[in-house]
């Protein structure tokens, strides 16, 4: 027995977890406590999750596709929703990646660069027509849609020769007299006009003139929009992002029979950076829970957004998971979706597949999905680094550092189970990740090399400190990251001080200050350099007295130097 | 920081005398009283030194592993420890058990985690405070099983002793200051397992599980606070049971205890640097009792629980690692195995303060 007061004898209570749980599906494990972790938005009670739309960020080989992915498949198996996907990613250029598993639901993929469509089809009610070609026009001129502009397009729209685009170009062109006299309706057709000839004539040729009507299918339990083999920067994207858009919008939406649909957005950032499509996604965010749809968005981090839209579509999605990104990209994101200190610090040491759930404004939890050996092999992205595995594995040393910082930038797709088969391959290629540490632990440690680079010739005693000795042999060895990345550090906090993001730099100078002072010592020269650059950063800020201050500390620690050293 | 620095051990005082033994002990005393007395009075003829003397040495100086005194002592303990009797486990009074989740997160953010210790603290202060005298009890334990996921079983239980009377006001506050912690839900135990077969320090019970029963001696020095989530949701293969039971003492009793524990520390520890870390405890101590807290004597127990011997054995040594890791010392139950289980379990709520386990 022991006996203490009750303020200590508190924390020994074993009182740890909680019982909240989702109904739904299975996700995985949660890392905070172990218990299953389930979701399915749209059965969590209104009160408790107001939106079902989902936010997954993380960094490349997070985890975030695969985990996006399995849920979209659960949720198609065991409770019969529908899904569609614009893929806007594929790692071989050949496919989407998201293909393989839209075949084994039984669903369609269709290939965006051999589609084409006739937005003005007899087929489709007169006011998805209207819909798709304002979308069309928006999606190249957002500005051309005036009031004016808009009652001539329909105007023209309602003409017989307008069963094709072109024929919609020539009518808004050469109009016939309506309420309105032809001159005016001449003038308020032309910025409709000049937009749509981008699609008959311009750039865009090929995708909308065409008189093929045929529309996907809307009972598939999955369809994928597979955007792989276009550009990145194309300027069809926005133009068929709008036409997929209003298509979900207007016919999915309404034609489909599931009890509840997904609209996942494959790296999302470009279809979010284009204004045309914005306001369609944004729209349909909004009125998700009424129209039985959730959106799911997957991409990278939320600074490809700016802050404007990113807080908006923040917001937007009550569930969001994030998967291992950098520090300031995690407080960033922290910050924007509201999560927990502790959550924010655990962002960049989470390992693949395991993420920061964020459900509603109560709830985040550290969850690891697991994956049967079915959707291993289904969202499985990681071939192109199993090719460099084993194109290391045949080849002679020689190009080992390229192949390795090859599978660095690719990023670290495979998956657990994936990993677990390819053991063999991971520890062969762990010896030349310490090929790459070698030469600077080496240079440092190995006295024999040091006495051949330069230095001191004779064996110094273990516990005298040679910084001279250390910095030169570092040189000797080829590696300069030291000199240089000093002054990088610098310019980048004065540079993001610069963009007004005062807080982020002033943490990075005193991370800076502290690495320093830890290598150099308090009183150094590279301690100094952080305490001005602190000081310019102050002034950036606009608080003087700090800087003033600052630069004070500087000044007296050199007296103390003149005064000591 | 918390401080664990132990605040008042007292190992041998912990259990009160029970009415048999404070009746032999009088009766000795008497007998003795009586005897010295008369030996003062008409001294008894020499060889009565002798005598005494000689059956003093024969009781007290090397009986023997195979002495008859040591057979019939270890016999009578077999005997007596092969079951549970219900009265350890049922005391007379009035023990309810509940449910108890918190909130989600709470553990792991610091502030609110500190922000559940003081509720929890001034739970059990309360709950001191609910009668003149000691006797309160509350008892807290954790079960996790484990497996490709891992469940967590929490219960509070309070027992108010009969002697305290009004046990079912103390329970019905009590209950409204835990509701307050998190999710609180009636929760019925299940019945105490019967012991099927005793093992070297394990029994196998009726339900086919196997256990063994530590009962945890140390406690860090210091913490931030998160000994309990680092030691209940780290990784951990076995499944276990933590138990703690807390007997809070009521505010005047807190009092004299820390002014006699301060002043025994100060009269009887001669090493100064000892003397002056119990000098901090006390200063510790008293500045928690000028805020208003009381003082708590806690009982904590570990079972871990396997499939079969091995793997139960297995288990303890692990756990064995896992608390060394945690700083927290494990004493063993070796030769009540068959009882100490149950103070992971919600039954253990109104043992007596001293039950031998």
């Known amino acids: ?565 | 920081m918390y401080s664990l620095t132990p605040g008042y051990r007292i190992p041998g005082l912990q259990r009160g005398l029970s009415p048999a033994e404070s009746l032999v002990t009088k009766t000795n005393a008497g007998v003795g009283a009586s005897l010295l007395t008369a030996a003062a009075i008409t001294p008894p003829p020499v060889w009565t030194f002798g005598a005494v003397g000689a059956a003093a040495a024969l009781v007290n100086c090397a009986p023997g592993p195979r002495s008859l005194a040591r057979w019939a002592a270890v016999g009578y303990r077999r005997l007596r420890e092969r079951t549970a009797p219900s009265g350890v486990f049922a005391q007379p009074g009035a023990t309810v058990t509940w449910g108890l989740y918190l909130q989600h997160g709470t553990m792991q953010d610091d502030q609110r985690r500190a922000q559940f210790h003081a509720a929890f603290s001034r739970a059990l202060t309360f709950a001191g405070g609910q009668a003149r005298t000691a006797g309160v009890q509350v008892h807290v334990t954790h079960h996790a099983t484990t497996g490709e996921y891992t469940d967590h079983t929490q219960t509070v239980s309070v027992h108010v002793p009969r002697s305290l009377g009004g046990g079912t006001r103390i329970l019905d506050t009590m209950e409204g200051e835990f509701a307050a912690l998190g999710a609180l839900a009636s929760y019925t135990p299940d019945p105490i397992p019967a012991v099927a077969e005793h093992g070297p320090g394990w029994v196998a019970l009726e339900d086919g599980r196997y256990a063994a029963t530590a009962r945890i001696t140390g406690w860090p020095e210091e913490t931030t606070g998160d000994l309990m989530p680092k030691l209940l949701l780290g990784p951990g293969s076995a499944e276990r049971s933590l138990g703690v039971i807390y007997r809070p003492l009521p505010a005047a009793h807190s009092r004299r205890s820390a002014k006699w524990q301060q002043a025994a520390s100060e009269a009887f520890t001669t090493d100064k640097v000892k003397q002056a870390s119990e000098g901090l405890a006390s200063t510790a101590t008293q500045a928690s009792l000028v805020q208003g807290d009381a003082l708590v004597d806690l009982d904590a127990y570990l079972t871990v629980w396997g499939q079969d011997p091995e793997d139960v054995v297995d288990a303890r040594w692990q756990a064995s690692l896992a608390a060394d890791r945690h700083r927290i010392r494990l004493d063993w139950l070796a030769g009540q195995q068959h009882r100490a289980h149950v103070m992971t379990t919600p039954h253990g709520a109104s043992t007596r303060k001293g039950t031998i386990l």
């Open chain 1, 1 to 565: 027995m022991i006996r203490l007061p009750t303020t200590h004898a508190a924390i020994t209570a074993p009182l740890v977890a909680s019982d909240s749980r989702f109904a739904g599906i299975p996700i995985g494990r949660s890392l905070l406590d172990g218990r299953s972790f389930r979701l399915s938005p749209v059965l969590a009670p209104a009160a408790v999750l107001p939106a079902t739309s989902s936010l997954a960020l993380g960094g490349l080989g997070s985890g975030k596709s695969t985990t996006a992915k399995t849920r979209i498949r659960r949720e198609i198996l065991n409770h019969g929703h529908q899904a569609v996907v614009i893929d806007s990613f594929g790692e071989d250029s050949t496919s989407g990646e998201w293909a393989p598993l839209v075949r084994s639901l039984g669903g369609r993929v269709i290939d965006a660069a051999s589609f084409t469509l006739n937005p003005c089809s007899d087929l489709f009610p007169a006011q998805v027509r209207e819909q798709l070609v304002r979308s069309l026009i928006a999606a190249v001129e957002p500005g051309a849609l005036t009031h004016q502009a808009t009652h001539a397009l329909q105007h023209a729209l309602n003409h017989p020769k307008a069963s094709n685009l072109r024929g919609l170009v020539d009518v808004l062109v050469n109009p016939e007299a309506g309420r309105w006299p032809v001159e005016k309706l001449t003038e308020w057709g032309e910025g409709a006009a000049i937009a749509l000839s981008r699609y008959t004539e311009g750039s865009l040729r090929g995708l909308f003139d065409g008189q093929d009507a045929a529309l996907p299918e809307t009972d598939l339990p999955i369809i994928s929009f597979d955007f792989t083999a276009l550009d990145r920067n194309s300027p069809a994207i926005p133009s068929l992002m709008a036409a997929v858009a209003c298509w979900a919008e207007h016919v999915w939406q309404r034609q489909s029979t599931a009890v509840h649909r997904h609209l996942v957005l494959e790296e999302a950032w470009q279809i979010l950076l284009s204004p045309a499509t914005a306001e369609l996604i944004q729209r349909l965010l909004k009125n998700s829970r009424k129209a039985a749809l959730s959106l799911d968005v997957v991409m990278h981090t939320l600074s490809d957004l700016g802050q404007g839209r990113a807080t908006d579509l923040a917001r937007l999605c009550e569930i969001a998971h994030i998967g291992r990104l950098g520090p300031e990209e995690a407080a960033l994101v922290g910050s924007l979706l509201g999560l927990p200190p502790w959550a924010i610090d655990r962002i960049p040491t989470l390992g693949q597949g395991e993420a920061v759930w964020k459900v509603g404004p109560d709830y985040t939890d550290v969850v690891k999905t697991i994956l049967d050996e079915d959707e291993a092999t289904l969202t499985d992205t990681s071939s192109r680094r199993r090719l460099a595995q084993q194109a290391q594995e045949q080849a002679p040393v020689v190009e080992q550092k390229e192949a390795c910082d090859d599978a660095d930038q690719e990023g670290e797709s495979g998956y657990t189970p994936v990993v677990q088969l390819l053991k063999g391959q991971e520890e062969k290629q762990a010896p030349t990740e310490d090929l790459l540490v070698a030469p600077t632990e080496e240079a440092i440690i190995d006295w024999e090399n040091r006495e051949q680079v330069g230095g001191w010739d004779w064996e110094m005693p273990p516990n005298v400190v040679d910084l001279g000795a250390d910095t030169g042999t570092e040189d000797g060895a080829g590696d300069t990251e030291t000199g240089s990345d000093v002054d990088h550090r610098h310019e980048t906090v004065l540079q993001i001080a610069r963009e007004g993001r005062i807080a982020e730099a002033a943490q990075l100078a005193a991370l800076g200050e502290r690495a320093d002072i830890n290598a150099h010592g308090i009183y150094s020269v590279e301690a100094s350099a952080w305490i001005m650059t602190r000081a310019r950063v102050a002034d950036m800020s606009g608080s003087t007295s700090r800087a003033a201050q600052l630069r004070a500390t500087v000044a007296h620690m050199r007296r103390r130097e003149a005064a000591y050293g």
